[in-house]
Nanobody, 120 residues
Framework: QVQLVESGGGLVQPGGSLRLSCAAS????????MGWYRQVPGRQRELVAS???????NYADSVKGRFTISRDNAKNTVYLQMNSLKPEDTAVYYC??????????????WGKGTLVTVSS
């Protein structure tokens, strides 16, 4: 079994910064892509950023130049550095990862989410 645990959410003023972390644990054989999604009530969950095992990154247009995704493969952890935050970045942020376990060639796993609120 695999668990993804996010941390780092909270309340921040517009223009501020936050760093989210997501650690994967359990019967992990290999971690492929890792990413962050976000969701606000009444809207679909959307991709914020993703990173492959080789380090290639992809960002939503709305966060390009402000957010940076990175990963530490030794720690099975993905990070999202969020700068110049805007009120429209307010959402629950979810960690996602495609992971191969000792008994399964690979499937998507999700964290429970961490709330980011950008408000003055």
């Amino acid at each position: 079994q695999v668990q993804l645990v996010e941390s780092g959410g909270g309340l921040v003023q517009p223009g501020g910064s936050l760093r989210l972390s997501c650690a994967a644990s359990g019967s992990i054989f290999s971690i492929y892509a890792m990413g962050w999604y976000r969701q606000v009530p009444g809207r679909q969950r959307e991709l914020v950023a993703s990173i492959t095992s080789a380090g290639s990154t992809n960002y939503a247009d709305s966060v390009k130049g402000r957010f940076t995704i990175s990963r530490d493969n030794a720690k099975n952890t993905v990070y999202l550095q969020m700068n110049s935050l805007k009120p429209e970045d307010t959402a629950v942020y979810y960690c996602n990862s495609f992971i191969a376990t000792l008994t399964h060639y690979g499937m998507d796993y999700w964290g429970k989410g961490t709330l980011v609120t950008v408000s003055s």
